[in-house]
């Protein structure tokens, strides 16, 4: 990043706080940004660290994304005889996936997100470029793609999730594709990427949507009345608020360029809400009305008409039935009906799942997802095994924001079972982020955690005493400019 521009942005975001009457020190603070603080040089920062320990054992970090090579930072700070092993088959695994909605928009390039594994590798941290392709928890052991047996006394399940594009009907030739890999997209973007259809959720991908999204732009601008579509999957999937994010950039792109009464821009999700924490649902219902983007619920995706442009919706709904007398109430009834949508220009979030590795594992839960006590992220049968980021069964939240709450408790808690100490003491509050791009230079910092009199539920959790509904510029610098080293340099190496 040019280092001027940062000043200058600095200088503004300095601007700002005064004017609020908060110093950048109190708000990096504030906001859990010691990291980046800390790089900057403000002194601000409080560092990640672990309880110090001499405790011993032979530590196995199955997935080397960005929970992964945290957790692994973190412990190796904190162990005074750290034996630790990643186990990683992507060279480029910490590449900086939040950044690829400003890629799928023109903000950035994609090489503004693609990083070396190598260049992150905590020191003194045993990398295995291969990947775990059976789990034996019953022998401490895990099987790898190169054939080796690794035994392990200590067990961290950072694999991340899947991107199940062939579970949609008509893109089963894209299958199953890892955000970061480089045969997956290759294979994805024979389909991907072209005719219109899009999708930010591989790196490569994002570059496509970028393109895509300009002649759609064009076309409008031309004239021709043309219809973009924004589905949302049916299951939990990582970023919960990134085809808001697209929805709204387009909105932008086609205000730009002057063109944007020639579209129609069509948000539709399975769900029955746009978020789960009421003041961020009426916002985002708010910005949605105001940007003329229509919103469609109770539609689940099921298939794509790749060469003529359709997206096909199981629209579900329930209907009273029978009355019961034993019940004394009306049975409900499910329907369903199918629907066709026409569009020019489609970004598609592809259905997610856990790794079929685990899912078809002892370490898996019947959904796939690992397993785990959601506060001590210790799994669940396996009291030496911890599972955490967008792999591990945790309500809410599959984001870099989450883990990076996460990574410091499942350090703090695997070196308390190390020391055979049996209460753990770290727990995790359901916290995650979601910086919501809203327009180019405005974003909405929803934050939010589980709810402690419901865990169900979530509520607004802001660490900036500001409106966390309300859109703004300084938000927008901090997802532009701060973000990104503050994970490279600050939780990457296990100290924000
Ligand atoms: C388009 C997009 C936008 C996003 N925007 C945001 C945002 O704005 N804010 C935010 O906080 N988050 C955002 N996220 C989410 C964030 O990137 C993820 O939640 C985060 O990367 C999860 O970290 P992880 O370590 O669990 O998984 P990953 O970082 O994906 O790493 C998992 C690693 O495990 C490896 N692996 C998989 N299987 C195996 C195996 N069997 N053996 C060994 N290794 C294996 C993989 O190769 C991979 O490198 C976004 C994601 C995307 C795709």
Partial sequence: ?????????????????????????DAMKMMGLGGAAMMMGSGAATEAKASSSSAKGKILI??????????????????????????????????????QTLVGSGVWSKEDTVYETADFMPD?????????????????????????????????????????????????????????????????KKILGKNGLCSIYFAEGAADTWTQMQEFVAAAKSGKKVKGLFPEPHTAFKCGGAQKKMVNLTNARLVEAGARDNAELSFVTNGKKLFGVPE????????MKERGVSTTFSHKLKAID?????????????????????LEEFAMVKKTENIDMPYDFCH??????????????????????????????QHVK???????????????????????KQYKVVAENLIATMEGKKELAAKYDGYTVCP??????????????????????????????LDPAQERWIYWLLKVYLLKPMTQYGMLSGRA
């Fill in 62 to 99: 199955v997935g080397g994304g960005l929970s992964g090579v945290a957790t692994a930072a973190l412990l190796a700070r904190s162990l005074d005889n750290p034996d630790i092993t990643i186990l990683e088959p992507n060279p480029k695994s910490v590449s900086y996936q939040p950044g």
């Fill in 348 to 377: 598609l979030i592809p259905p997610q799942k856990a790794p079929k590795e685990i899912a078809d594992s002892p370490i898996g839960s019947d959904k796939g997802w690992v397993p785990v006590n959601k506060e001590t992220l």
């Fill in 382 to 404: 396996y009291p030496n095994v911890f599972a955490l980021g967008d792999v591990a069964a945790i309500p809410l939240g599959k984001t870099g924001g989450s883990a990076r």
């Fill in 280 to 287: 961020y649902h009426d916002s985002i219902t708010r910005q």
């Fill in 124 to 188: 003194g941290v045993k990398w295995i470029q291969e990947k775990a392709v059976e789990f034996n928890p019953d022998n401490n052991t895990v099987k790898t793609s190169g054939g080796k047996e690794i035994k392990y006394d200590y067990m961290v399940v950072a694999t991340g999730l899947v991107l199940d594009y062939g579970g949609i009907a008509g893109l089963e030739e894209v299958g199953d594709v890892y955000s970061l890999d480089a045969a997956d997209a290759a294979k994805a």
């Fill in 1 to 25: 990043m040019d280092k001027g521009l940062l000043k200058e942005n600095l200088e503004q975001i300095d601007a700002y706080l005064k004017q609020e009457g908060i110093s950048r020190r």
């Fill in 436 to 465: 919501l791009i809203t327009d180019i230079g405005k974003v909405m910092l929803a934050e939010f955690k589980w709810d402690p009199k419901d865990n169900s539920k979530a509520i607004a959790a802001p660490s900036f005493p």
């Fill in 306 to 326: 790749v060469a003529n442009k359709v997206a096909s919706f199981e629209k579900h709904w329930e209907e009273k039935g029978e009355w019961d007398n034993v």
